[in-house]
C-alpha cells in the first residue's frame, strides 16, 4: 500500500496534470490559431491528428520522463514503452477534443442563394435557400493506393464535385465556382493481376457515374464547407474534370442531410471516455510495475 502511494504521488498524479494541461492548452490554442482564426495555412490533419501526437511528448520528456524511471523495470527498453503510452494518453483525448471544437464552435449561416456565398459570414456550415445542382457535368477523379500492413490491399477512391448554381439557366454560363463534393470507395485484393484490377476500375467507376447520374444531390439539409485537407485538394482537382470552367480556388462543399444539431456525434463524451481509458491503461502500468528500492 505504501509502494502505490508513494507511485500515485510520485507519477500518477503528475501524469494526470500534465494530460490534463496539454489537453486544455493545446486544445485552445490550435483552436485559436487554426480553427476559428485560421492564421497560418495547415493542413487540418496535421493540426488535428499529427501534430497532437508528435508534440505529446515534449511534456512527458520535461516533466514525466524522470518520473517513470523512480519504477524499477526488467528491460531497458520499458522505461521508453512507458512513456509512450503516457504521451498517447494525452494525445488521443485532444485529438477528440479539436474535432468537437471544430463542430461545436462551427455556426450555420443561411443564405438566401449560393452567389451569396461571398457577401455571407465566413462559417463552416451554410444553410442554402435556393439552389440547383448539376449532375450532368459532374467532375470525376479516380484514384488507386495501396495498403494494410503487407501491402495486401488495393483501394479505389473517386473524388466525384458536382456544380451547384442559383439556378437551373445558370448551367448554359459554362462556368462554377462552387461544388459539392462526394467521395466514393471500393478496396479490392491487391494479389490479383493487372488486367484484373484495370477490370475493377471501370467497373467501379462506371457504377459511380451511373450513382452520380441518378443520385438527387439537392435533397440535404445544409452544406459544410471544406477546409485545408488532402480531401480537398482532390476534390479540386476533380472539378478539373468537369466541362464547366473552373476559377483557381473553387469552394468545396460536402453536403450533410443531418439535423444540423446532430454534428458533434457524441465527441464530447469521447473526450472524457478517451482520457479515463488512457488513464485507467497508464495506472494498471504502475500497479504492476515496482518502484526502485531506493525510491
Known amino acids: ?33 487554426f480553427i476559428k482564426n485560421d492564421f497560418f495555412k495547415v493542413k487540418e490533419d496535421v493540426v488535428h491528428t499529427w501534430m497532437p501526437l508528435g508534440l505529446a511528448g515534449i511534456p512527458v520528456i520535461i516533466w514525466l520522463r524522470s518520473r517513470i524511471n523512480l519504477l524499477h523495470f526488467k528491460r531497458e527498453n520499458a522505461a521508453f514503452l512507458y512513456q509512450l503510452i503516457a504521451a498517447l494518453a494525452m494525445a488521443w483525448p485532444t485529438v477528440v477534443a479539436l474535432s468537437y471544437l471544430e463542430t461545436a464552435t462551427g455556426r450555420l449561416t443561411r443564405i438566401g442563394n449560393i452567389n451569396a456565398f461571398e457577401k455571407s459570414p465566413k462559417t463552416k456550415y451554410y444553410a442554402i435557400d435556393k439552389y440547383c445542382v448539376d449532375n450532368s457535368n459532374a467532375g470525376v477523379l479516380k484514384t488507386a493506393t495501396v495498403s494494410g500492413k503487407y501491402n495486401q490491399d488495393l483501394d479505389f477512391i473517386i473524388y466525384a464535385t458536382l456544380p451547384i448554381f442559383e439556378n437551373i439557366s445558370d448551367t448554359t454560363k459554362g462556368e462554377c465556382s462552387y461544388w459539392i463534393g462526394k467521395k466514393y470507395f ?48 482532390q476534390f479540386e482537382k476533380s472539378t478539373v474534370k468537369s466541362e464547366l470552367v473552373h476559377y483557381k480556388d473553387p469552394t468545396i462543399f460536402t453536403a450533410i442531410n443531418a439535423p444540423f ?32 528500492e531506493t525510491v
Do not use: H
Request: overall charge positive.
Open 1 to 33: 500500500m505504501k509502494g502505490l502511494k508513494t507511485k500515485l504521488q510520485l507519477i500518477y498524479w503528475p501524469f494526470i496534470i500534465v494530460s490534463l494541461s496539454f489537453i486544455v492548452c493545446y486544445s485552445l490554442l490550435s483552436w485559436v490559431l
Open 261 to 292: 444539431e446532430n454534428r458533434n456525434d457524441g465527441k464530447f463524451g469521447w473526450i472524457f471516455k478517451a482520457l479515463w481509458i488512457g488513464c485507467l491503461l497508464f495506472f494498471i502500468l504502475l500497479i504492476i510495475t515496482p518502484l526502485q
Open 186 to 233: 471500393k478496396t479490392i485484393s491487391n494479389r490479383v493481376s493487372e488486367p484484373e484490377k484495370d477490370s475493377e476500375l471501370k467497373a467501379f467507376v462506371k457504377a459511380v457515374r451511373a450513382e452520380i447520374d441518378t443520385t438527387n444531390f439537392e435533397r440535404f439539409v445544409y452544406l459544410k464547407k471544406e477546409g485545408n485537407t488532402e480531401d480537398r485538394d
